[in-house]
């Protein structure tokens, strides 16, 4: 989930020079393709009607509800051919001009390591669950899978710049945390809410966050948190607008002002926000936030 921190600059040993390394799908036990399926049969039961289309859609294209740990060999076959992406495995968070890069050339990297059962709800680093059923869906998106590539070359270019935690929000709150405002109503669409059971629940229906109108520069300028439910989902009006408003601005200019521009507050709402729900914050409150 965040996909911003690692420990080491070199790969660990057995990895090759870019931190992939085989799935070796054989190697995973019967009990580790049981809590797979656990946690899918959680989560597929409660996306509808609740995660975006283009999740959905995912979820079917990419045949996900096949028992057990995807076998990459056959789920990049499908999401190939459906955007050209293809998942590789990596033996936990990678650093950021590796990650990046990979973004750029259409490899998805997710953790090789599936959570144990005393961690259903809450884990630190991504595993296959997270990574794969979170993430994977929207990369079967045509749209969302060129904002994911755009993204990619956008960090790349962004290392030249001080730039990393500000771009490093953007990701948080578009493929991590992100919500979508469908004809039909709010969705959400973010890898770290659709992989959460609570989080589904309380990004769409607690009165408690903030759902504030996606807007580039103030996403990037706002804080957030790692250790518990958001306190502002921003909210896109469909993928296309995520995609040409992040393509069609040169971030550099935006990188410059943001060095003088104050970070945002993690609950605070602003005067120019177009504020969805103004959040009674209760459920930060409670946890003593
Ligand atoms: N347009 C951005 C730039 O000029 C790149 C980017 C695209 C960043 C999409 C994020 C998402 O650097
Ligand atoms: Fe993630």
Redesign the pocket.
């Known amino acids: 989930m965040a996909d911003f921190q690692h420990v080491y600059d070199t790969p660990p040993e057995g990895a090759n020079a870019d931190w992939t390394i085989p799935q070796n799908w054989e190697h995973f036990s019967a009990d580790e393709h049981r809590m797979w399926d656990r946690l899918f049969a959680r989560q597929s039961g409660m996306l509808p009607g609740r995660a975006a289309d283009a999740f959905l859609r995912g979820l079917d294209v990419l045949k996900l509800s096949k028992p057990g740990i995807p076998d990459y060999r056959e789920l990049n076959a499908r999401l190939n051919a459906a955007t050209g992406w293809e998942v590789v495995a990596v033996p936990g968070l990678v650093p950021d001009d590796v990650f990046f890069d990979h973004l750029a050339n259409r490899r998805f990297p997710a953790g090789n390591f599936i959570r144990n059962p005393e961690q259903l709800d809450y884990l630190q680093e991504p595993d296959v669950f997270h990574d794969v059923f979170g993430h994977v869906p929207m990369l079967a998106d045509p749209v969302f899978a060129d904002?994911m590539v755009?993204?990619g070359?956008?960090?790349l270019?962004?290392l030249g710049f001080n730039a990393l935690d500000h771009?490093a929000r953007?990701y948080w709150y578009t493929v991590e945390f992100g919500l979508i405002e469908q004809s039909d109503g709010l969705r959400i669409y973010g890898a770290g809410i659709v992989s959460s059971y609570a989080e589904s629940i309380f990004a769409l229906e607690d009165p408690s966050p903030n759902r504030i109108a996606f807007d580039l520069l103030r996403v990037m300028r706002t804080e957030y948190r790692i250790d518990d439910f958001q306190q502002n989902y921003f909210v896109i009006s469909g993928l296309n607008d995520l995609?040409q408003v992040?393509?069609?601005?040169?971030?550099?200019p935006l990188y410059e002002k943001l060095e003088t521009l104050p970070d945002i507050a993690i609950a605070d709402i602003l005067q120019t926000d177009r504020v969805l729900t103004h959040g009674t914050q209760k459920h930060a409150q409670e946890a003593g936030r």
């Not at 992040?246 to 550099?252: I, L, N, R």
């Open positions: 904002y755009a993204y070359k956008g960090g270019r962004s771009l953007l995609l992040t393509v069609e601005t040169d971030f550099a």
